[in-house]
């Protein structure tokens, strides 16, 4: 008998996750936030959960400016850090305002959520 005892061939694992959106509008790139945003919904994402990731990044981001990110754990204080020097603190609240706003007005259905989340992303990144 012949046995393979070789090593596996390891496939390129790409993060092609909300979290990469999330990092993707950090790091205020348009086209690849835009893109992961459409392979995540293609994908079956929620929004709801992709809302949830977005607001997370940027509230880090704020609170990295604002000198309050005590409670972040060294990877996401790390990247909150490289982060908050694309951004202004003005532009930084009105983008979580909008998140807010997003999330209130397509539950009470004044809005569609891909869509507004979609708007979000050409906007404001």
């Known amino acids: 008998k012949i046995i393979n005892c070789g090593a596996k061939e390891k496939t390129e694992k790409r993060d092609d996750g909300a979290f990469a959106l999330g990092d993707a509008v950090g790091r ?5 936030a835009w893109v992961l945003y459409q ?3 293609l994908k079956g994402g929620v929004p709801e959960e992709i809302h ?3 607001f997370w990044q940027m509230k880090n981001i704020l609170l990295v400016k604002q000198g309050g990110a005590t409670g972040l754990t060294p990877y996401p204080l790390m990247k909150a850090k490289t982060f908050a020097t694309k951004w202004q603190d003005k532009e930084i609240t009105t983008a979580i ?3 807010v706003d997003i999330y209130h007005q397509s539950h009470r259905g004044i809005v569609e959520f891909p869509v507004a989340l979609e708007m979000f992303l050409l906007e404001t990144v």
Do not use: H, P
């Open 28 to 32: 205020r790139d348009r086209k690849a």
């Open 52 to 54: 949830g990731i977005l």
């Open 39 to 41: 392979e995540a919904i």
């Open 97 to 99: 305002t909008k998140l």
